[in-house]
């Protein structure tokens, strides 16, 4: 076994990924455009679901996070948004471009890097954002749950979810629709 697959299966940590997504699958339009997110298709015309089961929102996963994984794209979309949304929280970024010199995160060349970082660090409950980031984790057996957001919105094309010729089995852990119409979806992963 290698070192780096022995990271892999000894780690005490959840690998995690919350993300929204079109009806057609994608996570960012072209160009990484994420106006789509904010849309607001078929408003006031949802119908809702009950929430006996419901799937995670953002105001209780997030809370229960302690380190957040990302892509460089996704680092440099987020530092678009004006103040950093992660005080507080460590934040790896994985490029093999960027210094490890950034102010809000640190910087880590390769995925087994980062989970020699996350086993390191202890920790608990990790976020996996950005499209191949989450396909990259999932790839590796590193992604543990995943809650998706579909809206109700096709737009032809961008960042798909999943990579072509990914293949993923999932357990469904909770469901509801919002009324403003996001079918919301917690998976368990179980098995890449």
């Given at each position: 076994m290698t070192e780096a697959s022995?990271?892999?299966?000894?780690?005490?940590w959840r690998g995690r990924a919350f993300l929204g997504a079109?009806?057609?699958g994608y996570i960012a339009g072209p160009g990484g455009d994420l106006a789509f997110l904010e849309s607001e298709p078929g408003k006031g015309r949802h119908v809702t679901t009950p929430d006996t089961a419901?799937?995670?929102?953002?105001?209780?996963?997030f809370p229960e996070i302690d380190t957040l994984v990302m892509g460089r794209t996704t680092y440099e979309k987020v530092l678009t948004f004006g103040d950093?949304?992660?005080p507080g929280l460590r934040v790896l970024v994985l490029s093999t471009t960027l210094a490890d010199t950034l102010p809000n995160a640190r910087v880590v060349g390769s995925v087994d890097e980062a989970v020699a970082v996350l086993n390191d660090a202890g920790a608990r409950q990790v976020y996996v954002d950005g499209g191949r980031t989450v396909q990259d984790f999932l790839a590796r057996g590193l992604l543990d749950e995943l809650t998706v957001a579909t809206l109700p919105i096709v737009i032809g094309g961008g960042t798909r979810l999943f990579a072509e010729?990914?293949?993923a089995e999932f357990a469904v852990r909770g469901a509801h629709v919002t009324a403003d119409g996001l079918v919301r979806v917690t998976y368990e992963v179980l098995g890449s």
């Amino acid at each position: 076994m290698t070192e780096a697959s022995q990271a892999h299966t000894a780690r005490s940590w959840r690998g995690r990924a919350f993300l929204g997504a079109s009806l057609d699958g994608y996570i960012a339009g072209p160009g990484g455009d994420l106006a789509f997110l904010e849309s607001e298709p078929g408003k006031g015309r949802h119908v809702t679901t009950p929430d006996t089961a419901p799937a995670l929102v953002w105001e209780t996963f997030f809370p229960e996070i302690d380190t957040l994984v990302m892509g460089r794209t996704t680092y440099e979309k987020v530092l678009t948004f004006g103040d950093w949304p992660y005080p507080g929280l460590r934040v790896l970024v994985l490029s093999t471009t960027l210094a490890d010199t950034l102010p809000n995160a640190r910087v880590v060349g390769s995925v087994d890097e980062a989970v020699a970082v996350l086993n390191d660090a202890g920790a608990r409950q990790v976020y996996v954002d950005g499209g191949r980031t989450v396909q990259d984790f999932l790839a590796r057996g590193l992604l543990d749950e995943l809650t998706v957001a579909t809206l109700p919105i096709v737009i032809g094309g961008g960042t798909r979810l999943f990579a072509e010729g990914a293949s993923a089995e999932f357990a469904v852990r909770g469901a509801h629709v919002t009324a403003d119409g996001l079918v919301r979806v917690t998976y368990e992963v179980l098995g890449s």
